[in-house]
């Protein structure tokens, strides 16, 4: 399989999004580091995860703290010899309209969304330039193209895909890659928590499917890790049911 044996950590991996892409690649043979800033959550999927004959290790870092980033990827090699595949997946949105919008609604998402994902780049890269080989998944968002209510949320994923790009120039002859998945409306509790009017209202501007799920993620994600996308790199793909086709 094209990431059997392969080291992976995928950030905020104890619930949503990310849980579903350390499964997924757990299943395919991966060994998983699950972090998360929620200590039971990463327990459980750890759990789950070893409890289905996968090999997986929780870590409680804050992906905002680049010390705890650094000793994050220092207990990865340490426990399983090498890190080939980072998913820069947590991610948190605070959406208001640019009037409502606070310095501290700007910084914390900036922190986690964008910052969170530059620290961990930074480090896990200098372990992969080391080996000569990794893959680098970053999540965006299709509200990067623009997003009513979130200037700052659409702000940092579309500082996602400017870093995607610009890393993957730096690390190609390295043997990394650097791709990004935009992900649409997806099920997830996020989603669940709008008003049933605010759902509906995003459904209907579907142009395809209503609502894609985690595994859409985790497909796109598990074909970016392996070795068959090598050709493949500072891209982004957005899997949204086509909803990036138009704006409004
Ligand atoms: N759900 C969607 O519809 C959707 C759509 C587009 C993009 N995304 C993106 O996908 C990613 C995952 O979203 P989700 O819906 O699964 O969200 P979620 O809230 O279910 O999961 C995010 C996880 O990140 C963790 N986290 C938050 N701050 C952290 C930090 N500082 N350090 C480490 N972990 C931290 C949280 O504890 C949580 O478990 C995010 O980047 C999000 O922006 C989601």
């Given at each position: 399989m094209q990431v059997k044996d392969r080291v992976a950590l995928v950030t905020g991996s104890g619930g949503g999004i990310g849980e579903g892409i350390a499964k997924k690649l757990a299943g395919c043979g991966a060994k998983v580091v699950v972090n998360d800033i929620d200590g039971a959550k990463v327990d459980r999927v750890v759990a789950e995860i070893n409890a289905t004959g996968g090999v997986a290790m929780g870590i409680v870092v804050d992906i905002t703290n680049l010390a705890e980033v650094e000793s994050m990827f220092k207990k990865t090699v340490e426990q399983f010899g090498q890190i080939d595949i980072l998913v820069n997946n947590a991610g948190i949105a605070r959406d208001k309209s640019i009037r409502k919008l606070t310095e501290e609604d700007w910084d914390v998402v900036l922190n986690v969304n964008l910052k969170g994902a530059f620290f961990c780049a930074k480090v896990a890269s200098g372990y992969m330039r080391e080996q000569g080989y990794g893959r680098i998944i970053n999540i965006s968002s299709r509200a990067w193209l623009g997003g009513m209510g979130q200037a700052n949320y659409s702000a940092s994923k579309g500082g996602i895909v400017s870093l995607t790009r610009t890393i993957a120039l730096e690390l190609g002859k390295k043997g990394v890659t650097v791709n990004c998945i935009a992900p649409g409306l997806i099920d997830t509790p996020l989603f669940h928590i709008l008003t049933p009017e605010i759902q509906e209202r995003l459904k209907s501007k579907q142009p395809g499917k209503d609502i894609g799920t985690v595994d859409d993620i985790?497909?796109?994600?598990?074909?970016?890790?392996?070795?068959?996308?090598?050709?493949?790199?500072?891209?982004?793909?957005?899997?949204?049911?086509?909803?990036?086709?138009?704006?409004?």
């Open positions: 985790a497909n796109g994600v598990l074909f970016f890790a392996g070795e068959g996308a090598g050709y493949i790199t500072g891209q982004t793909i957005f899997v949204c049911g086509g909803r990036s086709l138009f704006a409004g």
